[in-house]
């Protein structure tokens, strides 16, 4: 009865020892943490107050949101300063992972195009915007960063946003012959034309897009049950 009630008590003396160990060791991982937080936030802001001041010409606006660099510039400058950011010692951003756009319908410029480069060599990720409207030209980017070709294909073919001195501006995933951008805000969902194989002609066709569905005013109160059934 001694033994055990010994090995019960050196048990409970382990249990509290591990614990205490492990909340002491969550501590310094989160004082760890914090300080690295505090120590990124700070780098960022040193690296975007340093490259306003080297190209203020080219950059309208820099912001930080959730430890990212945001960078504003114009159209006619998005070239110069993607160009710089390639290539400058303290940059290198070598790679484009992503290019997209954003349509706001209600702004008078109503596209933001954003490009997200990467730098390999330091680890690091900076977000370009440049703001237009519909007839406002972009320049292209391949000459820098050969792997955009398709990237700015896709967003002609989305948008309509026009990259000059591409090589190959065509659209890349719609059909030829395709009427309208389908990401813009002002495009309808079911498009203006439609598909489809014609057994007659033996092959596919293209014919402006009926709906085989009269329009109804749908009260959206119920999936199952109509506003009409719920008043009796």
Known sequence: MTNNCASTKKQRLLFELTHFYLRSQKKIVDVVQTKNSYESALSQENWATS????????IQNVIIIKNEIIVYTSPKHLYELTYFLCNHTNSLYKTVPDLTAI???ENKERFEVVYNLLSVTYQHRIRIKTIINETTPVPSLVPIFNGVNWMERETWDMFG??????PDLRRILTDYGFDGFPLTK????SGYMEVRYDDEQK???NEPLEMSQEFRNFDMVSPWVSRSNLDH
Do not use: A, Q, T
């Open 51 to 58: 490259l306003k001041s080297l190209v203020p010409f080219w």
């Open 103 to 105: 349509d706001y319908p």
């Open 161 to 166: 946003i026009y990259f000059y001195n591409h």
């Open 186 to 189: 002002n495009f309808p969902l």
């Open 203 to 205: 092959r596919v066709v």
